[in-house]
């Protein structure tokens, strides 16, 4: 790991104890749809909510850096996006895009046992 990740971590961690500070003393609130929800006005949510985008563009962006690069290793990245029912797989090789495609499989079996 390299320290631009790892501040990126201590940042998101100091986040979320932000976040739990603001919703204890009310100036945040929590609620859970199909995935958690924090809201809040005010500096302080504010501020929680900066530190949490920060954190995560820092833990993203600390992959693509020079030290992570510096053997040129080829790295192999794959993703989907389910919008509705219908699944968009990308990514650079074969395996990565078969596994993407295992994994949109196995979510869509999941939502259809649960439904």
């Known amino acids: ?7 990126g971590l201590i940042l998101f961690i100091i986040s979320i104890f932000m976040m739990i500070i603001g919703v204890a003393k009310g100036y945040m609130g929590f609620a859970f749809f199909i995935f958690p929800v ?3 006005s005010g500096i302080y949510a504010a501020l929680a909510m900066l530190a949490m985008i ?4 820092i833990i993203f962006f600390s992959f693509f850096s020079v ?6 290793k080829k790295i192999d990245y794959g993703g989907m996006v389910l919008i509705g029912p219908i699944p968009i797989v990308f990514g650079n090789s074969k395996n990565a895009i078969l596994v993407s495609i295992i994994i949109v499989i196995v979510i869509l079996i999941l939502i259809l046992l649960i439904l």
């Open 38 to 40: 924090v809201y809040g």
């Open 1 to 7: 790991m390299n320290k631009i990740f790892i501040s």
């Open 54 to 57: 920060l954190s995560m563009l």
């Open 67 to 72: 030290e992570n690069n510096a053997y040129d």
